[in-house]
């Protein structure tokens, strides 16, 4: 299923969703995070990432066109995310000129209004989504900032659209939700600013997606590879039952054969 218009016909007003994605090849996809966890936990991870977004954003009543890199890799994509989705190719030199083709292509096919989201934000609230698409409804430009000073989230109208900001912007910079709101606001766009929220780049990024995960309780695949690998991860201390078994053991030493206790104690820790 790849560059067609899909057969569903669109529930709000020809408006669509466009998700950016990447082959996942090991040193292509999270780089920064790699450089913490390593290249394959940093893919499994961008995989995981995905699929919850996909899963959220399944909720929202909108046509959804997955836009890939490397344009080469159509196949590969879609054995992996499935034949369910249409598939178009990313095209341009730099993000921004992948982005400004993707919008200007699904204009093309008909569609009035076009919300673009990654997968850097794996928990990203749908609500979030469902408000963006509300306001490309009433002719706005939707914009989500992330923290790290990028965006999670664009949209345009056909009538809005606006290429001028993917141009000259200092891409993967803390400066790109404020350069493209000011070139906004220079063609004098009426603004809908969606509620900011997080992306996933860095170690502490990802402990901080974990916590929100946990504290949810919402069963994602991001949140079961984190909690299976946890300690490789984070470097997690042992659980409270072996720090239980250690201080029990270090009261011991002083009054018994000290090498029998601490053979004990890393039969405990490293064998089960």
Known sequence: ???????????????????????????????????????MAATALYQCFTQDILLITQTLSVDQLIFYAPATDSKGVEAWLGPQYVYHPQQGQDLGARMAHAFTHCFELGYSG???????????????????????SDQQVVVGASEDGGYYTLGFTAENFTPQVF????????????QTLHELKEQ???????????????LTDLRQLYQRLRKAGTLSASLLYL???????????????????????MRQIIFSKPLTILNRLLRELFMK
């Open 1 to 39: 299923m790849v560059d067609r218009l899909p057969a569903k016909a669109s529930q709000t007003q020809g408006i669509c969703l466009l998700l950016f994605v990447k082959s996942p090849i090991p040193g292509q996809v999270k780089t920064r995070l790699a450089r913490s966890i390593g290249l």
């Open 227 to 249: 909690q299976h690998h946890e300690h490789q991860l984070f470097g997690s201390p042992p659980p409270a039952s072996y720090l239980l078994l250690f201080q029990s053991c």
């Open 167 to 178: 141009e000259g912007i200092a891409w993967s910079t803390s400066r790109v939700y404020q």
């Open 114 to 136: 076009v919300l673009i989201i990654g997968s850097d934000s794996p928990d990203l609230p749908a609500a979030y989504l469902e408000e963006g698409l509300r306001a490309l």
């Open 188 to 202: 004098q766009r009426s603004i809908h600013a969606l509620p900011p929220w997080y992306d996933v780049d860095t």
